[in-house]
């Protein structure tokens, strides 16, 4: 890579963006020249207190005081098609959304209600779902998009009081596996981040001191790459936090394959658990054709499932 990366021309959507994570990735972005909408539904982050654009009103203010170009937007992520239109009519296209915004609801299992089971999903999953379908019409038509959606630790390996906002979390990456399959073909980049970061949410599970050397802004660099026309990856997740950052991807093992030709018993597992449950000489599937692999080999059969479409070269779009 040589010279700096900047996004002229380029024109964002960030969810969330009127605190922590959100605004420091407007910040940055706008700082290299990307117009930005500031969304943010000014709420707790519990969900409630809703409907006040301040939050977002306050960051985009900054933006422009630093000569940068932002309007706000308070819709709530479930009305994405709403915050896509913010960003059409100011700027006639969207180039990049990040998917940021969230609630929690912490309660054990046991105790856990509907509606906080409910509440989370929607914001999280189905926020994100709706904000990414509202653009990807105009991505496709522009041959041009990148997406970036948060999920989190929790998401991928689990934490007490927090089933609802577990599964949300991990059902984001799944919708991110797809979309970085569908949108290859048109230019469109689908990526995952797994942040650590000061932020209200972080704020009620870390203490202040460690707190204070989780800053937001050392996320949002590998955030922003990911959001650049030069960035190879798609359908990828990262962690990333306190000036780290990682790719994450699954690994499995390396398996025991039975005789499909007969039946084998629940002793049969057992005595080759060790292959089952064994990652020497294991594998690390990327999609449906290399998941699947192994399974028809067994069978006697080469899987015949056509590959994903390449991403097309940013230089042709």
């Given at each position: 890579?040589?010279?700096?990366?900047?996004?002229?021309?380029?024109?964002a959507?960030?969810?969330?963006?009127?605190?922590?994570?959100?605004?420091?990735?407007?910040?940055?972005?706008?700082?290299?020249?990307?117009?930005?909408?500031?969304?943010?539904?000014?709420?707790?982050?519990?969900?409630?207190?809703?409907?006040?654009?301040?939050?977002?009103?306050?960051?985009?203010?900054?933006?422009?005081?630093?000569?940068?170009?932002?309007?706000?937007?308070?819709?709530?992520?479930?009305?994405?098609?709403?915050?896509?239109?913010?960003?059409?009519?100011?700027?006639?296209?969207?180039?990049?959304?990040?998917?940021?915004?969230?609630?929690?609801?912490?309660?054990?299992?046991?105790?856990?209600?509907?509606?906080?089971?409910?509440?989370?999903?929607?914001?999280?999953?189905?926020?994100?779902?709706?904000?990414?379908?509202?653009?990807?019409?105009?991505?496709?038509?522009?041959?041009?998009?990148?997406?970036?959606?948060?999920?989190?630790?929790?998401?991928?390996?689990?934490?007490?009081?927090?089933?609802?906002?577990?599964?949300?979390?991990?059902?984001?990456?799944?919708?991110?596996?797809?979309?970085?399959?569908?949108?290859?073909?048109?230019?469109?980049?689908?990526?995952?981040?797994?942040?650590?970061?000061?932020?209200?949410?972080?704020?009620?599970?870390?203490?202040?001191?460690?707190?204070?050397?989780?800053?937001?802004?050392a996320?949002?660099?590998?955030?922003?790459?990911?959001?650049?026309?030069d960035?190879?990856?798609?359908?990828?997740?990262?962690?990333?936090?306190?000036?780290?950052?990682?790719?994450?991807?699954?690994?499995?093992?390396?398996?025991?394959?039975?005789?499909?030709?007969?039946?084998?018993?629940?002793e049969?597992?057992?005595?080759?658990?060790?292959?089952?449950?064994?990652?020497?000489?294991?594998?690390?599937?990327?999609?449906?054709?290399?998941?699947?692999?192994?399974?028809?080999?067994?069978?006697g059969?080469?899987?015949?499932?056509?590959?994903?479409?390449?991403?097309k070269n940013?230089?042709?779009?």
């Open positions: 890579m040589n010279g700096k990366l900047d996004y002229d021309g380029r024109v959507v960030i969810t969330g963006a009127g605190n922590g994570l959100g605004r420091s990735h407007a910040l940055l972005l706008a700082s290299r020249g990307a117009r930005v909408v500031v969304n943010d539904l000014g709420g707790e982050i519990s969900g409630e207190g809703t409907g006040s654009a301040e939050a977002a009103d306050a960051v985009a203010a900054e933006i422009r005081a630093a000569g940068g170009d932002a309007i706000a937007d308070a819709h709530n992520v479930l009305d994405g098609d709403r915050i896509v239109e913010t960003a059409l009519d100011a700027y006639g296209r969207v180039d990049i959304l990040i998917c940021n915004a969230g609630i929690l609801r912490d309660r054990s299992f046991r105790k856990m209600s509907d509606a906080e089971w409910r509440d989370v999903v929607e914001v999280h999953l189905h926020g994100s779902y709706k904000t990414a379908r509202a653009a990807w019409p105009a991505m496709s038509e522009q041959g041009y998009g990148r997406l970036v959606f948060t999920t989190s630790a929790a998401g991928l390996y689990g934490n007490f009081g927090q089933a609802n906002y577990s599964a949300a979390k991990l059902g984001t990456y799944g919708l991110v596996r797809s979309l970085a399959v569908e949108g290859a073909a048109k230019n469109i980049r689908a990526n995952c981040i797994a942040p650590l970061a000061a932020s209200r949410m972080a704020g009620t599970v870390f203490s202040d001191e460690m707190m204070a050397k989780m800053q937001p802004d996320v949002s660099p590998l955030v922003a790459y990911l959001c650049h026309e960035c190879p990856v798609n359908g990828a997740l990262f962690e990333v936090g306190g000036g780290w950052a990682a790719q994450v991807r699954w690994e499995r093992a390396a398996g025991a394959a039975f005789d499909p030709s007969a039946p084998h018993s629940i049969d597992v057992a005595r080759r658990w060790c292959e089952v449950t064994g990652f020497d000489g294991g594998d690390h599937p990327d999609d449906v054709a290399s998941c699947f692999a192994p399974f028809a080999r067994n069978l059969f080469e899987l015949a499932i056509a590959p994903a479409p390449k991403s940013p230089q042709e779009s």
